[in-house]
């Protein structure tokens, strides 16, 4: 497998991202390069496979560093304070000091959470991020956004704080659950939606156009494709975040789908739907609502909705019983600007968005009633 570095260039917080076939029985000579402390806290997740745990562990430990590691339950629902405070309390009780580091070792939970939890304890703390999970690495460890989820919305308490670096082991997909690979799916197909817009297109036939062909090897977990997938998923946020850390203006771009997503994660207690399915139904809904404001045409909506169900994501709600808890959670939503909606939207071609603020939530509540009836 061949190996990628990919920067992400933020003048002093400039950092790069490692792409190599077992990295993680690899990790420590890359980790060890970095200006940190003999410490290293490793939080993890119970659905990590323990062989993860240990090749990363042992790896670190032959390279000199003081392992810890603590072990969460999985899933959206426990990225909230309680956990934040169990990796707060675990570092206190065991004197880790500012010099020491918080490394994510699993999915996208782990990254935000573990971000989280190291931008704020002793004002910030080194972090590193090895993300095991399809989503995690093509989406939720690259770009500094950390997070965790309260009652009243998802991602509202969080910090922009960047890694030190990151490891990506494309082998690591091949151990997970089928449901789990198509989360992250749902965000790679996202970057096909905005390439262009992103300045970094796939190729003169697009992302899109690969992902479209190249379906069955995808699925399969062949290994080039998984290397070629992540790669361009990661350049272009990489490109995206050395070019706007903080969302100010392009970064936006990345939200596509995710005000009509983090809704629907909400209202159905991120049980019903997965954050990639619920991203897939975002990016459908998305795009409709393109259509009916003239800025995409139906048949390119038709293409979109088509690969997307290809697959084997969800392109609409099944139900309208979550409708007002969907709308009124979207109202919460920290995309909001002086108090308007504000969505990504597909424009004019496959591969190009634009942002639009101000449509009313009475017609975001007819469209997604019209697409479930």
Request: with cysteine.
């Amino acid at each position: 497998m061949d190996n990628k570095k990919i920067t992400v260039s933020l003048k002093d917080k400039s950092y790069d991202i490692f792409i190599k076939g077992n990295i993680l029985s690899q990790c420590g000579k890359y980790i060890k390069q970095l200006s940190i402390g003999k410490k290293i806290l490793i939080v993890t997740q119970d659905k990590v496979p323990k062989k993860f745990i240990n090749q990363t562990t042992k790896d670190l430990s032959k390279h000199g560093f003081n392992i810890f590691v603590l072990v969460l339950s999985s899933g959206e629902q426990n990225k909230n304070l309680t956990s934040l405070l169990t990796i707060i309390s675990f570092a206190i009780k065991n004197k880790f000091e500012r010099s020491d580091s918080f490394c994510a070792l699993g999915g996208g939970v782990i990254s935000d959470l573990t971000g989280f939890a190291a931008s704020i304890y002793y004002r910030g703390i080194n972090f590193i991020c090895i993300p095991t999970t399809l989503l995690g690495m093509v989406d939720a460890a690259v770009g500094g956004k950390t997070a965790i989820n309260i009652p009243d919305g998802k991602n509202l308490l969080g910090t922009f704080y960047q890694p030190k670096t990151i490891l990506i082991d494309p082998n690591c997909l091949k151990t997970l659950p089928k449901k789990e690979f198509l989360v992250g799916m749902g965000e790679v197909l996202k970057y096909a939606l905005l390439e262009k817009t992103a300045r970094n297109p796939y190729s003169k036939s697009g992302f899109f156009y690969f992902l479209k062909t190249n379906k069955n090897n995808i699925l399969k977990l062949k290994t080039k494709s998984l290397l070629q997938i992540i790669t361009h998923s990661v350049s272009i946020k990489a490109y995206i975040v050395s070019k706007d850390e903080r969302e100010s203006g392009l970064r936006a771009i990345l939200n596509l789908g995710h005000t009509f997503a983090h809704g629907i994660e909400q209202a159905y207690n991120y049980k019903k739907y997965t954050h990639g399915e619920a991203v897939s139904i975002g990016m459908c809904l998305a795009s409709k609502l393109a259509q009916n404001h003239k800025l995409l045409s139906e048949s390119l909506v038709t293409s979109i909705i088509n690969l997307i169900s290809s697959y084997s994501l969800p392109t609409k709600i099944t139900e309208l019983s979550k409708l007002n808890k969907i709308t009124q959670s979207m109202l919460h939503d920290k995309k909001i600007k002086d108090g308007k909606l504000r969505f990504i939207l597909p424009h004019k071609e496959i591969g190009k968005v634009k942002i639009i603020s101000g449509i009313p939530i009475d017609e975001v509540k007819s469209l997604i009633k019209k697409e479930v009836t």
